[in-house]
């Protein structure tokens, strides 16, 4: 297992895909994870050609042989998928795993806003999502609030920060390379998992602000942080 | 009336004061409430000599004749004081007013943290208060985000933007002078009440990210806005 590897489960999604292009063009090993692998495949030969010749350490994999190729997994499913690709997966985490839960629970997955999110009974996405991994393996939240627009257009760095969700600070910092990965894109510890809650919520506001600003490209960025991160 | 002053409710405490502050620097006309006549007066007067002789026209009344004083009314008292003090003024806001929330409730007012918010019936302190004023009187939300260190720096801009919702978009324009009125704070259109839930937390998320950093000025900007804002 590359120590440098990321998977990338639901890597055909926009979200999913953006990262995992973002990834590869930083010369990064991304494994793009699909229930089906003939479109994982797919999802990575398109990643390829739009990279060019650079980038070819990029691959497609069913779900679970993702999941199982990387220490960090990225889970970038639709709400609803959430919990059922977390059940099917579960095998291939090993302990020591780090997940990195970026689900937002839009309203629109049931049918409303996605201007809203709903309420759920674990506080966020994020903690659910840890009620449904194996023992041993990390749950942090992080990337909700960068738009896949944004991650598309390669030519232009993200302009946004990534608010780092997870109970222990290393779990934090395991995530930070991966947001300074990305051009433009700052890492922020917005510390223990529970603040997911906030940090989910905001895609919802920005959802909202790209509507009534007729764009698809808002993002955030913290102010008055002089000091470049806690130790 | 003057068109052009702003009662601040709770004026003598940390964000009210800052508020107060700018806005008489701006050569706006602001009326610091509080409970106590003379507690008002006395931070009136303490403005005056934060802000020198240039900005004579800010003054302390009892919060009932604040709240009758203006065209605008901030509330900027603890959570647990909202309720109460809107009961208490509520006989003064006449049809037509703007009143701007901007309570986060902190689990600290309960004896929690700082970092983290309450749930609330209503969803938000903004529509807590929404649900307590006259008929007649709209409630917008807005400045929650803005440390009251950075207003007190006076020779410094405040680097943050201010999410303002409100349920009519008449009601969040008129509270758009009023952040622009403060030098380094950007409008922007966050919708409708109800998003204050989000807004209120973000303030809980920027206090647990200024104690990681050790600082107390962070605050947000939103990023990827091409458009000055909507129409």
Known sequence: MDERSIAVIGGTGDQGFGLALRWAAAGRHVIIGSRDAARAAAAAEEARALLGPGAHRIEGRANL?????APLAVLAVPFT??????????PALAAGTILVDLTVPLEASVGGSAARILGLWAGSAAE???????????????????????????EA????DV??????????????????????CRYV????????????AITALLIGINRRYKT?????RITGLERPGPA
Chains 1, 2 share one sequence.
């Not at 760095?157 to 946004?160: G, H, S």
């Not at 934090?172 to 990305?182: G, L, Y």
């Not at 698809?216 to 955030?220: D, E, F, K, R, V």
């Open 81 to 90: 998928a959430q919990v059922g690709t977390l059940k099917s997966i579960a």
């Open 189 to 200: 510890d917005a510390g223990a998992l529970e603040n997911a809650r906030v940090v989910e």
């Open 163 to 184: 608010l780092v969700c997870a109970n222990r600070v290393e779990t934090r910092h395991a995530v930070r390379p991966w947001v300074e990965a990305i051009p433009g």
């Open 65 to 69: 042989e993702a999941a199982r190729s």
């Open 128 to 154: 659910q999502a840890a009620a449904h991994v194996p023992q041993g393996v990390e749950v942090a939240a992080a990337f909700h609030n960068i738009s896949a627009g944004a991650l598309r257009r390669l």
């Open 216 to 220: 698809h490209t808002a993002g955030l």
């Open 157 to 160: 760095p993200v302009e946004c």
